[in-house]
């Protein structure tokens, strides 16, 4: 039975994120220790995202987070909290194998993040090389489905996030949502199986939980919030019509 909703602040607004957290909780549940990593750690909150799983099963993990800013913020959090299994370190998701090496995690996991990599498909190469023969790498992202449904895409200004990346090199403002149907592509080339595929975030009522609900109450609306999602979820023809509707995407691909 999760303890997840049960935690004493309030969760992600994120339902990809929330699922990420359900699984990793579960994989714990039945007693696999394991070594993660997290890519893009950091967040406005460092480590909030990690906090329910720390709290619970501190005793059955090491987690690794690497990002590209921000580590002196999280490393203090770290210490305040004295958290004996985390460990950070400055770093991007393209040199993964240098500085960990061949095959020494058992899950990888990177939230919303790849929408802010302009080579996200070098990213899953790395991946896989640090992941041990059957590890996951769990990812959520933006939905470019539901960024060009409703027309959202502007391409001047996509131009502009190009030209900036390609003249300075620098991934600062690259903000691109995903087609699911692209990553489950460059997946399968690199060598990945798809294991679970969802997406969340009906807009509406990602909006009410975020923005409108008091805090005293953001975890009870996500609960029946995302019990509602993966209800729709389990209609797979249905969401694969639908998913222009929905904000984000989650993916679980195992390395063969």
């Given at each position: 039975m999760s303890k997840i909703?049960?935690?004493?602040?309030?969760?992600?607004?994120?339902?990809?994120?929330?699922?990420?957290?359900?699984e990793i909780e579960q994989r714990l549940q039945a007693g696999n220790r394991m070594n993660i990593l997290d890519v893009g750690c950091i967040g406005p909150q460092p480590l909030d995202f990690w906090r329910p799983l720390i709290d619970q099963y501190a005793e059955y993990f090491t987690l690794h987070g690497i990002d590209v800013h921000g580590i002196d913020r999280g490393q203090q959090?770290?210490?305040?909290?004295?958290?004996?299994?985390?460990?950070?370190?400055?770093?991007?998701?393209?040199?993964l194998s240098t500085g960990f090496g061949r095959e020494?995690?058992?899950?990888?996991?990177?939230?919303?993040?790849?929408?802010?990599?302009?080579?996200w498909e070098h990213f899953f190469v790395e991946v896989h090389t640090v992941l041990k023969p059957g590890g996951l790498l769990i990812v959520?992202?933006?939905?470019?489905?539901?960024?060009?449904?409703?027309?959202?895409?502007?391409?001047?200004?996509?131009?502009?996030?190009?030209?900036?990346?390609?003249?300075?090199?620098?991934?600062?403002?690259?903000?691109?949502?995903?087609?699911g149907k692209?990553?489950?592509?460059?997946?399968?080339?690199?060598?990945?199986?798809?294991v679970e595929r969802k997406f969340f975030n009906v807009h509406p009522l990602k909006y009410l939980h975020n923005h409108l609900t008091v805090t005293e109450r953001?975890?009870?609306?996500?609960?029946f919030w995302y019990d509602f999602e993966m209800l729709l979820n389990e209609d797979e023809a249905m969401m694969m019509s639908a998913k222009s509707y929905f904000l984000g995407a989650y993916y679980a691909l195992r390395k063969r």
């Open positions: 909703f049960d935690s004493s602040i309030p969760l992600t607004g994120n339902l990809a994120k929330v699922h990420c957290l359900l959090v770290v210490r305040e909290n004295g958290w004996d299994n985390v460990r950070l370190m400055e770093g991007n998701g393209y040199r020494v995690f058992d899950l990888v996991i990177a939230t919303q993040v790849l929408e802010h990599m302009r080579n959520t992202f933006d939905s470019g489905d539901f960024a060009q449904a409703v027309g959202i895409v502007d391409p001047a200004k996509n131009f502009v996030k190009r030209f900036l990346a390609a003249v300075f090199g620098s991934e600062r403002h690259w903000d691109f949502p995903l087609r692209d990553v489950e592509n460059a997946a399968a080339v690199i060598g990945f199986d798809v953001k975890n009870t609306f996500l609960r």
